[in-house]
């Protein structure tokens, strides 16, 4: 790397098997484009170092992950709109001395989803969780015009609390809230045209766990599932063994690498190039 190239990182905690770098790299080689993507390890107490670092080098921006996604837009000079309402900056692009902060996570949730063919507008859709993954795929959808969205969540304060604030965020899109308990999802058996799964139930190392009882039945639905390791959860797993359309969400995190990728080097990349590398970056020989 030289001097004159352009710097871009992802700072989080531990992110050494982050696919970003991968993905970033092999595309700027790939477009012939003078940038570099590193890791930039920091710990909650060196957060603030870290974007300060970002500035004094003349980074051309970067992303935010695990655990310092909330914590970093009290540092920011500017922080988009969606940012704001979804609680999280997952994108940071410096420009003219300044930082700002976006969320590029919900438009990857949301490009994944339509580049399937799938629009989500007028779908009544379930979402189970209420974390973080959740807050960008709530706004997503609210933002696409779904007809309705029902957050299921374990803990029901963290349930509300979501349903609450972007209800207030979209008046006009039907949100609501119901505890994750059996009769919730015997309710579902019908009547909805989206399962969302954005809790952590199935993710690597905890695979073989699904947050649908084996045996309730599925509903005639898409099921996305936005755990990307492994590349089939058992979630997915069951609604592709009955012949329903799944995604899981390598889709989100290439396309949510788009954004980033755009802000930084003003250039669209090609969205397969981004893709390659991620595939074999996580899941090698198996692809
Ligand atoms: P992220 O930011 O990736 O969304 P998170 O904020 O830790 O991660 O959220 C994890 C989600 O998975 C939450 O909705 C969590 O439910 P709680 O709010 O009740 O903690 C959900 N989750 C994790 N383990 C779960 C389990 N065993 N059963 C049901 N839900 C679970």
């Known amino acids: 790397m030289q001097d004159k190239t352009k710097k871009t990182g992802l700072i989080g905690h531990p992110i050494s098997h982050s696919i970003s770098p991968a993905m970033h790299n092999n595309t700027f080689a790939a477009l012939g484009l003078d940038f570099h993507y590193s890791l930039l390890p920091t710990k909650a107490e060196d957060l603030q170092a870290t974007l300060s670092k970002l500035t004094e080098q003349s980074f051309v921006g970067g992303n935010v992950t695990m655990p310092h996604k909330q914590a970093v837009m009290a540092y920011l000079d500017e922080i988009s709109d969606d940012a704001r309402i979804i609680g999280a900056v997952n994108t940071l692009h410096l420009q003219d001395g300044k ?8 438009r990857g949730f949301l490009n994944a989803l339509t580049e399937e063919g799938h629009d989500p507008v007028g779908m009544r859709v379930l979402l189970l969780g209420a974390g973080g993954a959740a807050r960008s795929a709530v706004y997503a959808l609210a933002q696409a015009g779904v007809a309705q969205l029902t957050v299921v969540n374990r803990t029901e304060a963290r349930g509300e609390a979501v349903v609450a604030e972007m209800a207030h965020a979209f008046p ?10 059996r009769e919730t999802f015997a309710g579902f058996a019908q009547g909805v045209d989206l399962v969302v799964n954005t809790t952590s139930v199935g993710m690597e190392p905890h695979e ?29 797993q069951r609604a592709q063994a009955e012949g329903l359309p799944t995604l899981n969400g390598l889709g989100m995190v290439v ?7 755009e ?14 590398a991620a595939l074999e970056t996580l899941y090698g020989s198996e692809t």
Do not use: M
């Open 255 to 261: 396309h949510q690498g788009v954004v980033g990728f």
């Open 99 to 106: 930082l700002k902060g976006y969320n590029a996570d919900w």
């Open 172 to 181: 006009n899109c039907p949100i609501t809230f119901q505890p994750l308990e």
């Open 208 to 236: 073989g766990h699904s947050v649908w009882p084996d045996d309730l039945p599925l509903p005639n639905a898409i099921f996305y599932d936005v755990i990307y390791k492994p590349a089939q959860t058992r979630f997915l």
């Open 263 to 276: 802000l930084w080097t003003g250039q669209k990349p090609p969205v397969e190039l981004l893709r390659q």
